[in-house]
C-alpha cells in the first residue's frame, strides 16, 4: 500500500533529479526546441509544476504559480516559442522548492481519513482516494521528470540523470 511517506519520499526524490537535470543550463538551453513535436526543458518543466499545482490543490495548499503560468504548461498547450512565453530557470527552481516544501508539510500532516475520501477528481465516474490521486499526478511528475534527460541531451548537455 502507497503511504504518505512513500509519496513524500520519492516527490524529494524527484526533485532531486529535477535539480541534476537542470544543474549548469541557461536559460537558452531551456528554449531548444527539438525539431518535431517534443517540447523543450522550459515547457517540460512549466508542466512538471503545473502537475504539482494539482497536488498542492488536492491538498489544500496554496498555488505557487500564477494562473497565467499554469495554463501556458497545460497538457495540450503550445510549446513554447519565444522568450516572452518562457518561465524563467530562477522562477521555475523557486516554484519547485516552495512546492516541495509545502507538498511534504501536508502530507505528513494528512490525516488518515483524508487520505482515504473518495474523489471524482475528473467527473467520470471512476473516483479514486485523495491519496490515489496524488499517487497518479506523482506518476505524472516521473514521467515528465524523466524526460528531461534526454531534453539535457538535445542542448549538447550530458544526460545527469540517466
Not at 526524490?13 to 517540447?39: E, F, H, K
Not at 518543466?45 to 498542492?56: F, N, T, Y
Not at 500564477?66 to 497545460?74: F, V
Request: aromatic share 6%.
Amino acid at each position: 500500500m502507497i503511504t504518505t511517506q512513500h509519496l513524500k519520499n520519492h516527490f524529494e526524490l524527484n526533485t532531486g533529479l529535477i535539480r541534476r537535470a537542470l544543474d549548469d543550463l541557461t536559460q537558452d538551453d531551456t528554449l531548444v526546441q527539438a525539431p518535431y513535436s517534443v517540447n523543450s526543458i522550459n515547457w517540460t518543466m512549466g508542466h512538471i509544476l503545473q502537475g504539482r499545482e494539482r497536488v498542492l490543490q488536492l491538498l489544500g495548499a496554496p498555488p505557487q504559480l500564477t494562473s497565467n503560468e499554469a495554463a501556458r504548461h497545460q497538457n495540450g498547450s503550445q510549446p513554447i516559442g519565444a522568450e516572452s512565453e518562457a518561465l524563467g530557470l530562477d522562477r521555475a527552481l523557486s516554484v519547485l522548492e516552495r512546492g516541495l516544501a509545502e507538498i511534504v508539510q501536508r502530507l505528513e500532516s494528512l490525516s488518515d481519513d483524508d487520505a482515504a475520501r473518495p474523489l471524482d477528481l475528473f467527473g467520470n465516474g471512476k473516483p479514486d482516494s485523495l491519496l490515489g490521486w496524488v499517487f497518479f499526478f506523482y506518476f505524472h511528475d516521473t514521467y515528465h521528470t524523466g524526460e528531461l534527460a534526454v531534453l539535457r541531451q538535445l542542448c549538447g548537455k550530458p544526460a545527469k540523470i540517466a
